[in-house]
């Protein structure tokens, strides 16, 4: 069975502060995708990156940045130079390789950032 | 093109009541699932299909029925509500992504649920 472990249930920073989001993941896959998701207030699910399993190299988009490491299983998020917009709920999700839709979900990382 | 287009956006019903969350893609995505989410959780699989005239039961399954007769819609049908289906629900649709690279799972809005 695949799980998903977001161990930082809230994380509190000031703005400008840089912040890692925890993410651990189980699965007796060889082949699958990570993914993480934005949840702001307003609810909806915004999505940020998707990272297959043949895929170590990490990723920059902007302030965001995501850390692959397939031999801890993890897959870290860090927002560098944090904004209030940025507080959100963010998910790690893990799914099977042909069928994102079919996706285990962490419960979440709360992060509030304060002006 | 709309995306993912969820209804209602909000439901209150009474115990034992039935109905039908709708989900409808534009994409011509082959696969569609709900998910509920709970709070303080993440999003748990409920149902999906593969395609249409397939679907298959995920994490939570008990007490929803779905059916996938169109690849556009996705249906999702409470059959005799209970106080623990309050939540909120997502409908989600993706390509293959073994066939298709650089995609997403897109989101629909989600819908409110509660019954009383």
């Known amino acids: 069975a695949q799980k998903v472990t977001q161990a930082q249930t809230e994380i509190s920073v000031v703005e400008k502060e840089d912040v890692t989001l925890d993410c651990v993941y189980e699965?007796?896959?060889?082949?699958?995708?990570l993914f993480w998701y934005k949840q702001p207030p307003s609810g909806e699910l915004v999505f940020l990156i998707r990272?297959?399993?043949?895929?170590?190299q990490n990723e920059i988009s902007g302030r965001y940045s995501w850390n692959f490491q397939k031999s801890t299983s993890s897959f870290n998020f860090t927002i560098t130079a944090s904004q209030v917009v940025d507080s959100a709920v963010y998910f790690c999700a893990l799914s099977e390789a042909t069928n994102a839709g079919k996706s285990t979900f962490g419960d979440g990382t709360t992060l509030t950032v304060k002006p | 093109n709309a995306g993912v287009t969820q209804t209602p956006k909000f439901q209150v019903l009474k115990t034992g009541q039935s109905m039908t969350l709708q989900c409808a893609q534009d994409m011509n995505h082959e696969y569609m699932s709900w998910y509920r989410q709970d709070p303080g959780m993440g999003l748990r699989l409920i149902h999906y299909?593969?395609?249409?005239?397939?679907?298959d039961q995920g994490e939570v399954p008990n007490g929803y029925n779905v059916s996938r007769s169109t690849t556009e819609d996705f249906p999702l049908r409470l059959l005799s509500a209970a106080p623990s289906q309050t939540s909120v629900y997502f409908c989600a649709s993706s390509y293959n992504f073994w066939l298709r690279d650089n995609t997403e799972a897109f989101f629909g809005q989600g819908t409110r649920l509660t019954v009383v």
């Open positions: 699965t007796r896959d060889t082949t699958y995708y």
């Open positions: 990272r297959n399993s043949f895929d170590e």
């Open positions: 299909s593969v395609g249409a005239g397939i679907t």
